[in-house]
């Protein structure tokens, strides 16, 4: 088996590659190389086999041309497309290049490796998907109208995918995570900014606590697995409760 | 949950058909002990073993229920989960849905849900852990005609289990929901010809009707520590047929 996760150098797709790498090869894609290749010495430390990608998700070409390497070391089945970003701006001081890069890392890079992901797949009729959408795709945010539109495309783009390709018997779902403690949350902030932020989401939500990112990466796995043979077009969140709907 | 070696166990009602069936079986094939709840357990009836217990009991039975949690945890030392799968089905147009009809669907899909629960969530409470799985359907967002007595039921389903969750989050227990599309099981073949229910493969994404274990697999996955961070959820198992 051979797994793509995009996002891998770091929290939930670092956890993901660490866990899956248990069934499957684990092509490690990041933007950030040395993340990357510290992923993959984790994976063959524990006895597992991976293989680093730097790639961009903004630049197709390079997205294209990595998927083919990653087909060339066995068929991709699976697809955890999981890079992202997150900024913190008013609307107000948001700028259109700011704007740009959160819908292009998530709707655009996600397209992007989707698209040469499913080139491969569909002729051979098999394979599952998980999108990294958040609780945000659902739910407004203040300061963060950029990253809840770049999400709600996300899990927009799943649910038509998902009907696209179920006849090819390709399943593509989503997950929302909840509050996750992972690098993401300390991106920009200073250390009382951060620790202000951990206390604002216990407390809003339910269970009172962040969620590790190996919890998101179990769910990712059954998502991944033909245990969710029947579960397609799906947003499913890990998020402690925070958003149920 | 517990693994086979751990202790506690998972009261499936419904458990003598379709999915509550086929969830007791995932759950022994694990070893996990199976406290096994229906009105007709069918095939298990008398199958009593070292990891099953069986009732036969009425889930609108306050009594029934709190004897047979009772006798759970006398036998297996706890509660570690449940999956609440007693459900009813007779389709019928609005006009004709008698008064004895919306009782025996909010008694059984809701009352009977609420009453399950009750008997169970101090024992869980006691061991500061445990998942609760409750079965709704898909009906419970979509809308198909001659459901609109199921379908009320069912989003009742939702709306208790979403409140139950907000109520126990803080004490290790979670709360979820499994929303079936169609599962190929007693249940709508008992009210459909065996054509009619193969049909609703057809505008299925996925080009296919479900089973019994695709729905018990989602209840398996959210009984299970793997669902550690997800509780207050409805999970649709529906092919992505409605996908909202
Ligand atoms: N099969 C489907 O297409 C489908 C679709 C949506 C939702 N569901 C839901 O999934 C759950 C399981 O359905 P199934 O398909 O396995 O149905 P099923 O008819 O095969 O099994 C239901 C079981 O519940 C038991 N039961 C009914 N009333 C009871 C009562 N008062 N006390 C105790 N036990 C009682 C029955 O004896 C039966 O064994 C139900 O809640 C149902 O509403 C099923």
């Known amino acids: 088996m051979n797994t793509l996760i995009t996002g891998a150098g770091s929290g939930i797709g670092r956890a993901t590659a660490l866990r899956l790498a248990k069934r499957s090869h684990i092509c490690v894609a990041d933007k950030n190389g040395a993340n990357a290749a510290a992923v993959v010495k984790e994976i063959e430390a524990a006895g597992g086999k991976a293989t680093a990608f730097e790639v961009n998700v903004l630049d197709g070409d390079a997205v294209r041309a990595t998927v083919a390497k990653a087909e060339a070391l066995g068929p991709i089945d699976a697809l955890f497309n999981n890079a992202g970003i997150s900024v913190r701006t008013t609307i107000a001081d948001l700028t259109g290049d700011e704007w740009d890069l959160m819908l292009d890392t998530h709707a655009r890079g996600m397209f992007f490796v989707a698209q040469a992901v499913l080139r491969n797949m569909v002729p051979r009729k098999k394979g599952a998907i998980v999108q990294t959408s958040s609780d945000f795709a659902v739910m407004g945010v203040p300061g963060m109208a950029a990253y809840c539109a770049a999400k709600c495309a996300v899990y927009s783009m799943t649910k038509a995918l998902a009907q696209e390709f179920g006849d090819d018997k390709i399943r593509v779902n989503a997950i929302g995570p909840g509050p996750i403690d992972t690098p993401i949350l300390r991106g920009g902030r200073t250390e009382e900014q951060y620790r202000a932020s951990v206390a604002a989401n216990e407390a809003r939500t339910p269970m009172g606590r962040l969620g590790k990112p190996e919890e998101v990466a179990a769910v990712v796995d059954f998502l991944l697995s033909e245990k969710s043979a029947y579960i397609n077009g799906q947003l499913f969140h890990p998020n402690g409760g925070a958003v149920m709907w | ?244």
């Open chain 2, 1 to 244: 949950m517990t693994d086979a070696n751990g202790q506690g166990a998972v009261v499936v009602t419904g458990a003598g058909s379709g999915i509550g069936r086929e969830i007791t079986r995932l759950l022994l094939e694990q070893g996990i002990p199976v406290s096994a709840w229906d009105l007709n357990p069918g095939d298990l009836t008398g199958h009593n073993s070292a990891n099953l217990m069986v009732r036969t009991l009425d889930t609108r039975d306050k009594a029934a229920l709190q004897k047979a949690a009772d006798e759970t945890v006398e036998r297996f030392g706890s509660i570690a989960g449940a999956a609440t799968c007693a459900g009813i089905f007779r389709p019928k147009p609005f006009l004709e849905v008698t008064q004895q009809d919306w009782d025996d669907h909010f008694g059984i899909n809701l009352r009977g849900v609420l009453f399950t629960c009750q008997a169970i969530l101090p024992h869980m409470r006691a061991k500061k852990k445990g998942s609760i799985v409750l079965f709704s359907s898909t009906l419970a967002r979509t809308a198909k005609p001659t459901t609109a007595h199921y379908a009320a039921s069912k989003g009742g389903v939702l709306g208790l289990m979403r409140v139950m969750s907000l109520e126990t989050a803080k004490e290790g227990i979670r709360v979820n929901a499994v929303s079936p599309g169609i599962a190929d099981t007693p249940m709508p073949n008992a009210v459909m010809s065996r054509d009619v229910v193969l049909s609703r493969a057809e505008g299925n994404p996925m080009g296919r009707i479900g089973t019994a274990n695709d729905m018990a697999q989602a209840a398996i996955f959210l009984l299970s520590d793997d669902a550690s961070y997800v509780t207050g959820q409805d999970i649709r198992v529906n092919g992505g047929q409605d996908p909202f």
